[in-house]
């Protein structure tokens, strides 16, 4: 079975970011909320990020930088054996890992 590197951005407004590095084991039609949503479940359910329909751009909230480009994690589908960055969008205010502020 192949993985899916994510290579995110972890802390919260006031400190220093940092990276962290989680390998996830692909399934087909996954998408990069998935991949997020399965790290929360097997390793860490302390990862911030914000969503609400799931689902292809219905609601926006999941947007974030995707390998320098802005994008939503609900609708980019994970390739087995690559490695993303995915980190908080750069123009709003930082909260925490990759939820930013929605004003
Ligand atoms: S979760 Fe609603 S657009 Fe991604």
Redesign the pocket.
């Known amino acids: 079975m192949s993985n899916v590197t994510l290579r995110l951005v972890r802390g919260e407004a006031g400190n220093a970011a940092s990276e962290a590095v989680y390998e996830v084991p692909y399934r087909d039609g996954m998408s990069l909320?998935d991949a997020i949503f399965w790290i929360r479940e097997h390793v860490d359910p302390a990862l911030a990020v914000r969503?609400?329909?799931?689902?292809?751009?219905?609601?926006?909230?999941?947007s974030a930088i995707v390998d320098g480009k802005a994008g939503?994690?609900?609708?980019i589908r994970a390739r087995p054996g690559s490695e993303v960055r995915i980190e908080p969008l750069s123009a709003r205010p930082w909260i925490q890992d990759l939820v930013t502020s929605l004003e």
Do not use: D, G, P, T
């Open positions: 909320l969503y609400s329909c799931r689902s292809a751009n219905a609601c926006k909230e999941c939503f994690l609900c609708s």
